[in-house]
C-alpha cells in the first residue's frame, strides 16, 4: 500500500522533500554549534541553510543539463560568502571558513541527490554533521600525534598505494621463489596490522589497563609485550593479572597469523584454522583461570594503565628490518629446503623461534606449492611453540617472582600443545 502511494507522487517532489529536509536539518545543526555565539555574528542557521538547499534546488531544476542557472546561482552564493568573510575578518578578527563551506555543500545538495545514490546523498550529510560537532575532538586527537608521524603514515600510503602496485609478480631468482610485488605485500600486510593496534593503544586506548594493553599489544607483537609486561608487573606488584595479559597477548599473535594466512595462502589458513582455534580458545580459558583463580599471586589486582612505548610499525627502520629478515629466510628457506629437505624445514621453524617469526612465516605462506602445506602447517607450529618458549624465558626473567609459576604453567601448556599438533600432523 505504502509503495503504490509512493508511485503516486512525483520523484521531483520526493528529491525537493530531501533537499529541504537535508538542508534544516544541517542548519538545526549550525545553530545549535553557534549556540553561544552573537547573533549577529552569524550569517544564518536554520532557515537560512534550508534556503539555500531549495535555491540550489530551484536552480538545478531549471535547466539540469546545462547547469547554467545552478553555476550562475553557485558563483552569486560564492560572491555574498565572501564579502561576509571579510566583513566577520575585519569587525570579528575571526577567521573559520567551516560554515561557508557547509552553506556551498548544502547548495550543491540537489543535482547529488538528483545524480547519485541515497546511501551517498546520506553519508555526504552525516560527515557534514559528524565533522562540525567533532572540532575540538580533532584538535585533542592531533595533538596526540607525534613529530614527523603523518610523513611516516605518508611513506607507507606511498609504499602501499604506488610502489606495491607497480613492483613485477615474478621470482627474484629460480632459487628463491619470491617476488618483488609479495616482498612489498608481506611488509605492508604485516605493518598494517600493527600499525592498526599501534593506532588504537595510542588514541583509542592510552590509559588501558593491563589486560587491554595485552589483548593491543598482541596485535603489535606478543614477544615485546611479553617483555614489557613482564618488566611492568615488578613496577605494579605483581598480581594474577599480568600473567593474563601475557597469554592474552600471545593469544592475539595466533589471530595475527591467521589474518596474515587468510591474505597470503588461504589454503594453508584453512588448514591452521583448527589449531588456532584450539590454542586462542584454550589460551583465553588459562587468562580466565588466573584471573579467577590468582593463587599466591601478590600484588593489587586493580588494572592500572599501563603505558608502554612501542615504536610505530609504519618507521622506515622497521620495514628494513624486517625486509632484511624476510630476504634472509628466504634464501635459508631456500637453503634448507634443497638440501635438507622436510626435516631440514622443521629444524629450521624450531630454530627462527629464538627471533621474529613473522619474515619466517610469511615466506611459508608465499612458498608457492614448492614445500608442502602439511609441512607448512609443522614448520609454523613449531616456531610458534619455540617463539612461545623464548616468551616464557623472558616472562620468567623479567617478571615478578610471584608470578613465575603461573607463567611456566601456561606457557608450558601452549608449548606442549603446539608440539602435540605438530606431532599428529605429522602422522
Not at 18 to 47: A, Y
Amino acid at each position: 500500500m505504502v509503495e503504490k502511494i509512493l508511485h503516486t507522487i512525483p520523484a521531483d517532489i520526493i528529491k525537493f522533500i530531501f533537499v529541504v529536509m537535508f538542508s534544516l536539518l544541517i542548519g538545526l545543526e549550525q545553530r545549535r554549534h553557534h549556540i553561544k555565539e552573537e547573533f549577529e555574528s552569524l550569517f544564518g542557521t536554520d532557515r537560512t541553510f534550508t534556503l539555500i538547499g531549495i535555491l540550489g534546488f530551484i536552480l538545478y531544476v531549471i535547466s539540469p543539463q546545462t547547469f547554467i542557472p545552478f553555476l550562475g546561482g553557485g558563483a552569486a552564493i560564492t560572491v555574498l560568502l565572501a564579502i561576509y568573510y571579510f566583513q566577520k575578518i575585519q569587525v570579528h578578527k575571526m577567521f573559520g571558513l567551516t560554515s561557508l563551506v557547509i552553506a556551498l555543500i548544502t547548495y550543491c545538495l540537489a543535482p547529488v541527490v538528483y545524480t547519485q545514490p541515497h546511501w551517498l546523498v546520506l553519508l555526504i550529510v552525516i560527515c557534514v554533521l559528524v565533522l562540525t560537532e567533532i572540532k575540538e575532538t580533532l584538535f585533542e586527537f592531533s595533538k596526540k600525534f607525534d613529530n614527523g608521524e603523518f610523513i611516516t603514515l605518508a611513506k607507507f600510503l606511498v609504499l602501499a598505494g604506488v610502489i606495491l602496485p607497480l613492483l613485477p609478480d615474478t621470482p627474484i631468482s629460480p632459487s628463491i621463489n619470491i617476488t618483488p610485488f609479495k616482498f612489498a605485500l608481506a611488509i605492508v600486510a604485516v605493518s598494517g596490522i600493527s600499525y592498526f593496534s599501534y593506532l588504537l593503544k595510542k588514541f583509542v586506548f592510552p590509559q588501558s589497563g593491563i589486560i587491554l594493553t595485552g589483548i593491543l599489544g598482541g596485535l603489535y607483537s606478543s614477544t615485546a609485550t611479553t617483555f614489557i609486561l613482564a618488566r611492568k608487573s615488578k613496577e605494579l606488584g605483581g598480581g594474577s593479572k599480568a600473567t593474563s595479559a601475557i597469554i592474552l597477548a600471545t593469544t592475539m599473535m595466533y589471530l595475527r597469523l591467521f589474518l596474515l594466512a587468510l591474505i597470503f595462502n588461504q589454503s594453508i589458513a584453512l588448514l591452521l584454522l583448527p589449531s588456532f582455534a584450539i590454542f586462542i580458545v584454550v589460551s583465553v580459558l588459562l587468562a580466565l583461570y588466573f584471573i579467577k583463580f590468582p593463587g599466591k599471586a601478590s600484588g593489587v589486582e586493580e588494572d592500572k594503565p599501563v603505558v608502554e612505548q612501542h615504536s610505530n610499525p609504519l618507521e622506515l627502520k622497521t620495514a628494513i628490518v624486517f625486509g632484511a629478515l624476510f630476504i634472509v629466510f628466504a634464501f635459508a628457506t631456500g637453503f634448507v629446503s634443497k638440501h635438507y629437505g622436510n626435516s631440514g624445514i622443521n629444524v629450521l621453524s624450531l630454530i627462527v623461534g629464538v627471533t621474529d617469526i613473522d619474515p619466517f612465516i610469511m615466506n611459508l605462506f608465499q612458498s608457492n606449492g614448492t614445500i608442502a602445506n602439511s609441512i607448512i602447517v609443522m614448520a609454523v607450529l613449531n616456531a610458534i611453540s619455540s617463539n612461545n618458549l623464548l616468551k616464557m624465558i623472558y616472562g620468567v626473567t623479567l617478571c615478578d617472582k610471584s608470578i613465575r609459576k603461573q607463567l611456566i604453567m601456561a606457557f608450558s601448556v601452549l608449548i606442549v600443545l603446539g608440539l602435540l599438533m605438530s606431532f599428529v600432523i605429522h602422522l
